[in-house]
């Protein structure tokens, strides 16, 4: 938001705009549904099956990715919400125009960041993965680059290449990226050393979902209404 209102009133209130409905619809949504690693994975951890914290992780990246695909379609489909927007009097004083910018400016901005959530859920996982093993100093590594990232691509497209929303866009998710990039470099890296534990790919990895999933529906439902309450 900070770098789109630097570009003008009208792409800070269509970049506000996408934002709410991307925390209610999508941000909210996978926030809570990443209660299942919250539970299970200091559960695994702690138990004589701490090998298999990895296939917890692999379980949750998984579901989390059909949860995204799930709410992708009602998510891009917000267009029509926000055609419904009266066109006049959303500015005072403003012509009517005006009001066109800014909805076209955030159903552009809503389609660009369309997968930007799951990045984000992504790294979330890895970092809460890192985080029950003991590993926090790298919790900050990656969240230190997400915001570093992020700021730069932001000046770097919109301040200094005046792409307008498509570099909002870009640097969104590039933001996201970039971290995931670091996150599983590390993850990688201790793996290898041994430091990490991680069981591999397998068959186990697609079965015993459902406990899974009712604790991540029901976190994910209460993550939505009380965003929904907040907005409104």
């Known amino acids: 938001l900070l770098f789109a209102g630097h570009i003008d009133k009208a792409h800070l209130d269509g970049v506000g705009l996408a934002n709410t409905l991307y925390g209610v619809f999508v941000?909210?949504?996978s926030?809570?549904?990443?209660?299942?690693?919250?539970?299970?994975?200091?559960?695994v951890h702690g138990s004589a099956k701490s090998s298999e914290l990895g296939t917890v992780l692999t379980k949750c990246l998984l579901q989390?990715?059909?949860v995204h695909?799930?709410?992708?379609?009602?998510?891009?489909?917000?267009?029509?919400?926000?055609?419904?927007?009266?066109?006049?009097?959303?500015?005072?004083?403003?012509?009517?125009?005006?009001?066109?910018?800014?909805r076209d400016i955030a159903v552009q901005y809503?389609?660009?960041?369309?997968?930007?959530?799951?990045?984000?859920?992504?790294?979330?996982?890895?970092?809460?993965?890192?985080a029950v093993q003991g590993q926090?100093?790298?919790?900050?590594?990656?969240?230190?680059?997400?915001?570093?990232?992020?700021?730069?691509?932001?000046?770097?497209?919109?301040?200094?290449?005046?792409?307008?929303?498509?570099?909002l866009g870009i640097a969104a998710i590039i933001g996201r990226a970039v971290p995931l990039a670091v996150s599983l470099l590390i993850f990688i890296v201790k793996v290898k050393r041994e430091e990490f534990v991680w069981s591999g790919i397998g068959f186990k990895t697609l079965i015993g979902w459902k406990p899974m999933v009712k604790l991540g529906v029901s976190g994910a439902i209460n993550c939505f209404a009380e965003m929904a309450l907040y907005e409104i």
């Open 27 to 29: 941000l909210a949504v």
């Open 31 to 43: 926030s809570g549904y990443s209660s299942v690693f919250d539970t299970y994975g200091p559960q």
């Open 64 to 66: 989390g990715g059909l």
């Open 69 to 102: 695909l799930i709410i992708l379609g009602p998510y891009l489909n917000l267009v029509y919400v926000i055609d419904m927007l009266p066109t006049e009097g959303l500015h005072s004083g403003e012509e009517t125009i005006v009001a066109d910018d800014f």
């Open 110 to 130: 809503l389609r660009l960041t369309a997968f930007v959530e799951y990045l984000d859920y992504a790294v979330m996982m890895i970092s809460k993965y890192f």
């Open 136 to 167: 926090t100093k790298f919790v900050y590594i990656v969240s230190g680059a997400m915001i570093a990232t992020h700021v730069a691509a932001n000046y770097g497209l919109v301040s200094v290449l005046n792409m307008g929303v498509n570099g």
